[in-house]
């Protein structure tokens, strides 16, 4: 019996010494605390609430089923169960379409000594940075009802029971042209890691090339087919822009929550309706990782290899590079339609060559083109560094709860948009008191932890600083004060903490704890002041004479303020984090006394006003793209350090350098050719993405994808192929400055990695 009671204490006591050593550095705990506070507040919280929302009326606050109900109504249930059957059917269809592409674009360049390999890689990857329905704005040019081919080259005349492009069959096709290159990526990448010794062998034992493939190779690429379709079929489902466009009087559970929402304001209908969706794409997401983690297929051995095993039949060969040079013909149609298209009066009605579109473009939707630039150049590095942190506690550290940080890490990759963008309207069209306070608590709670060793000494101290926080955000109503002098208090609290922490600092690092509290009340200062240079910015830009230049110094101004002017709560909870490293540098009898004014100081900011009401402010929609590129990241992050030797960071141990050293001075420096290798992806990712931010949108911070949708759904098809073509252009332009820029700082052989899509 003692020895059945002594197991549980081993493993809880085993779990808490990890937790205790990663406490021991500041470095590894807030890191950890950042990361696991980032997926909290912007992947499970969301995912949470939008469960809890499709099973509460919104307005009366009670428990209701209706719309859950409704699948087994008489009336409502035969319509609803056809949207699932239609969504399956889609997600089934472009799955399946997708691999089989995907594999014989693989299996050409890799096997059959394709000509020009290099070029036609490039251009296979096109879709992964264009608009998500640049494919079907194409598909409506050449194939709609007034297409380029279907109209004027073959005379259909489109009536009632003509099937046209419009319906399951179009959407299935644009799909398959749309996701089938993250196929062509992961299958590709299969074939190149198989040992060609074991079909070597089976060759000297005179099998057949056929019998080889099908009892060598094909077993071999089944982890990456069955990761292939499990992908295309979640991708599927969650694409919101191909079925507005394409599904005609099709309607699947994507266009069914958007309509609910944006159509018929209707969150717990949306909701519920995202939970439906969410049912087969999560447990799609699980099978995948679950299919993956136990299959194991080991092809790499360590020992030599003799390189790859081309496929020398000049019928096979010839078959699928005839069948690639096809579908690359193709997609290469379709892109140079759009690019046509761009450049014409009225596509199907006047052809001629004409320019206004982008004089268009550039005057109706510069504000578009600069905002989505902008914020998905600020998510950029976002994405990037949680990934980092994220794939560096994953795979160098052990902890309670690692493997739930990777989950839900990649979980906002695997969800539709849609759900998540619901999550966030939900989430943060008020306060999300729970979550602000439990994010709260971990960082006051570590502060006040590294403020005094003893537990009950943190407990106390920690619920000082939340009562003494609470009543000083009080501070401008009991004092009559203005917001901005309140804040000019708060900045000489933090330049008084400046001078303490200066004085009370241990040997050495005076300099330290006062640059960071300064650099807290400079920040406010900035906060303060700022409005006096933005706002007579925004009105001189305004006054200027013509069109595009107003609109860019008002915009100048905009961005301006988003990084002078974050909501209270952003700046109290970066406040609290570099207080922790501040008191750390502190002598031992300060430190108690230090952490209370400076964790009062942050906590008052966080309670502020409505704490963390994102919705309407350019930092969801950030936040929002940042989280659908964290997989990649993430994925990115775990590759390169794979490739690191661990007893590198090991050695730098040894010699006295604690955990924030050696990822400074050793791990860093290994992975930043990786990491910004890695960067333009997510980038490409960010300005490309719809369905979680079509939610977000405002008139002042407007996104380039949803005005191409809004412009193709008022008909104006030319505009919208000039936006695509643009959006395609700031892409490819930011690839190739990143790129230059890669060969000159690390080398010529560094290059953009695209393919962290598969």
């Known amino acids: 019996m003692s020895a059945s009671i002594s197991k549980p204490r081993s493993a809880f006591w085993r779990h808490w010494q990890e937790v205790r050593l990663i406490g021991q550095d500041p470095m590894l705990a807030i890191g950890l605390i950042v990361v696991a506070s980032f997926v909290f507040l ?31 109504d008489p009336y409502f249930g035969p319509y609803l169960w056809q949207v699932v059957r239609n969504t399956l059917i889609m ?28 070029l036609v890689h490039i251009v296979t990857l096109l879709p992964t940075i264009s608009p998500p329905f640049a494919i079907a704005i194409a598909t409506i040019l050449l194939f709609g009802r007034n297409g380029l081919i279907t109209r004027q080259l073959l005379g259909i005349r489109f009536g009632p029971g003509v099937n046209d492009i419009y319906g399951l069959d179009g959407l299935i096709f644009v799909q398959i042209i749309t996701f089938f290159p993250v196929s062509y990526l992961i299958i590709r990448a299969m074939l190149e890691r198989i040992d060609a010794s074991m079909e070597e062998a089976a060759l000297s034992l005179r099998a057949s090339k056929f019998h080889i493939f099908r009892t060598i190779t094909l077993p071999l690429l089944a982890p990456g087919i069955a990761a292939s379709f499990l992908l295309l079929f979640v991708e599927s489902l969650a694409d919101l822009g191909n079925p507005l466009l394409l599904g005609g009087n099709v309607s699947v559970l994507s266009t069914e929550i958007y309509l609910a929402v944006a159509g018929q304001f209707d969150q717990q209908k ?17 099978l995948q990782r679950y299919y993956i983690s136990r299959r194991s297929y080991i092809s790499v051995t360590g020992k030599p290899t003799g390189g790859q095993i081309f496929v020398k039949e000049p019928v096979i060969r010839w078959i699928f590079i005839v069948l690639t040079l096809l579908a690359l013909a193709l997609v290469l149609m379709l892109y140079f339609t759009i690019l046509w298209g761009s450049f014409t009066v009225l596509w199907g009605v006047n052809n001629q060559l004409y320019l206004g579109n982008y004089a268009t473009a550039f005057s109706r939707g510069l504000n578009a083109i600069l905002s989505t630039t902008f914020l998905s150049a600020v998510a950029t590095p976002v994405a990037g560094l949680i990934g980092v942190i994220v794939a560096f506690m994953v795979v160098r550290r052990t902890f309670i709860g690692k493997q739930t940080l990777d989950f839900v890490s990649n979980l906002g990759g695997a969800v539709p948009g849609t759900i998540l963008g619901i999550g966030y309207i939900v989430a943060y069209i008020g306060a999300p008191w729970i979550a602000i306070l439990i994010v709260y608590a971990l960082l006051a709670g570590y502060l006040a932890s590294r403020a005094t060793t003893r537990s009950w000494a943190a407990l106390a101290l920690l619920t000082a600083v939340t009562v003494a926080g609470y009543y000083l955000n009080w501070t401008p109503i009991l004092l009559g004060q203005s917001e901005t002098g309140w804040r000019f208090l708060l900045m000489a609290a933090f330049l008084l903490l400046a001078l303490l922490g200066a004085a009370f600092a241990q040997p050495g690092k005076s300099r330290v704890v006062a640059l960071l509290f300064a650099m807290m009340a400079l920040a406010l200062l900035v906060y303060n002041l700022s409005p006096w240079v933005t706002e007579p910015l925004a009105r001189w830009g305004r006054q200027l004479p013509g069109v595009d230049l107003p609109k860019i110094v008002v915009k100048v101004s905009a961005f301006i303020t988003f990084f002078t002017q974050p909501t209270p709560a952003i700046l109290g909870y970066t406040f609290l984090t570099l207080s922790v490293f501040a008191v750390e540098q502190v002598r031992p009898r300060a430190r108690p006394w230090l952490a209370f004014a400076a964790a009062a100081l942050s906590a008052s900011l966080i309670f502020y006003g409505n704490s963390l009401t994102l919705v309407g402010t350019p930092y969801i929609i950030v936040m929002a793209y940042a989280v659908r590129s964290l997989p990649a990241a993430v994925r990115a992050g775990v590759a390169a350090l794979q490739q690191i030797d661990p007893s590198l960071e090991e050695a730098s141990n040894i010699l006295g350098g604690d955990a924030q050293y050696t990822f400074r001075h050793v791990t860093l420096p290994l992975i930043l050719p990786a990491f910004f290798a890695g960067l333009i992806y997510a980038f490409a990712t960010h300005m490309t993405s ?24 008022q008909g104006g098809m030319s505009v919208a192929a000039a936006y695509s073509v643009i959006l395609i252009a700031i892409v490819l332009t930011a690839i190739g400055l990143m790129s230059l820029w890669l060969k000159r700082v690390y080398g010529a052989s560094q290059r953009i990695d695209m393919t962290l899509g598969g």
């Open 270 to 286: 949306g909701a519920a309706l995202s939970l439906v969706l969410l049912l087969p794409t999560l447990t799609v997401f699980l």
């Open 690 to 713: 719809l369905s979680a931010v079509i939610f977000l949108t405002t008139a002042q911070w407007p996104i380039l994808t949803v005005w191409i949708l809004s412009e193709v759904e």
């Open 91 to 118: 997600g089934v269809g472009a799955a399946a379409g997708g691999t089989i592409l995907g594999f014989i674009f693989a299996y050409a360049l890799v096997r059959c000594n394709f000509p020009f390999a290099r």
């Open 42 to 72: 912007f992947v499970a919280l969301p995912l949470l609430r939008v469960i809890y929302q499709g099973f509460v009326n919104p307005v009366t606050g009670e428990f209701s089923l209706v719309y859950f109900a409704q699948f087994l």
